[in-house]
């Protein structure tokens, strides 16, 4: 009877959702690693928290989503680049301790007044953590007078190395030849929404050439994301993960 009720536990658990729900109700995935599991906590839009091995990274940080008084203070904050859905200066304050490292683009770093730049290309070990800055830019979708919405080399897209695993947050971006040079993404966050980012179609576009094991879609407003699952139903050795992030 004992052996049986442990069999049954265990097919439970191996039947349980890869996500769970983390404080204040955020989605949660965990994610294996050569040196410790990987918490992702989905916030919403462009913004996310990793933790790993005691250390916490916030990405683009924002208040709108939460009230970062009941959050967990940041080793590392990474903004993406200057705009108010990404830089909340008010979120970067509460989230600071000794010790934080705040890093951006330059026109982030004006707004924050602290912090150190990263430029596309730059690479960094910061708190035990080598981080790549990567462009981030738009080539199609543009403002009046043909001004992209994110010109290139302004904003930062990043790719952080967790353990065995690289992890690329792509940033307010297009499906730019820099992208598809990036090799052995395990996870990649791409954004879609329109105007400012790509279609499911650019996403799939690059994710066919990045090949992750995992795509999360992000920062995609109302984009129905069942129309990127469906053009990426075939490709063998991709996951789509669809989570909160509007």
């Not at 730059?122 to 990567?134: N, Q």
């Not at 069942?226 to 050795?237: F, T």
Request: glycine fraction near 8%; hydrophobic fraction near 40%; proline fraction near 5%.
């Amino acid at each position: 009877m004992k052996n049986t009720i442990k069999i049954l536990t265990l097919i439970l658990f191996l039947l349980l959702p890869v996500n769970t729900f983390a404080q204040g109700g955020f989605e949660m995935d965990t994610i294996k690693t050569s040196q410790g599991n990987l918490e992702i906590t989905f916030i919403g839009h462009g913004t996310l928290m990793f933790s790993f091995n005691g250390k916490i990274i916030h990405v683009d940080p924002w208040t709108s989503f939460t009230d970062y008084k009941d959050m967990p203070k940041a080793d590392i904050i990474l903004v993406t680049h200057e705009h108010f859905d990404h830089l909340d200066k008010k979120a970067i304050d509460t989230l600071k301790k000794d010790g934080t490292e705040i890093i951006s683009n330059e026109a982030g770093i004006k707004q924050i007044g602290e912090g150190t730049v990263m430029k596309n290309g730059d690479t960094k070990s910061l708190a035990g953590f080598k981080i790549e800055a990567v462009p981030a830019y738009n080539i199609v979708h543009k403002r009046d007078a043909n001004n992209p919405f994110h010109p290139k080399g302004v904003g930062n897209g990043y790719i952080i190395i967790f353990g065995d695993k690289r992890v690329y947050v792509a940033g307010d971006t297009e499906n730019t030849p820099e992208m598809k040079t990036i090799k052995g993404v395990d996870i990649a966050f791409l954004p879609m929404n329109l105007p400012y980012t790509m279609t499911p179609e650019m996403v799939a576009d690059a994710a066919k050439v990045l090949k992750p094991a995992i795509l999360y879609p992000y920062h995609y407003g109302e984009t129905d994301t069942s129309k990127l699952v469906d053009l990426l139903k075939d490709e063998k050795g991709i996951e789509v993960r669809i989570r909160k992030m509007k």
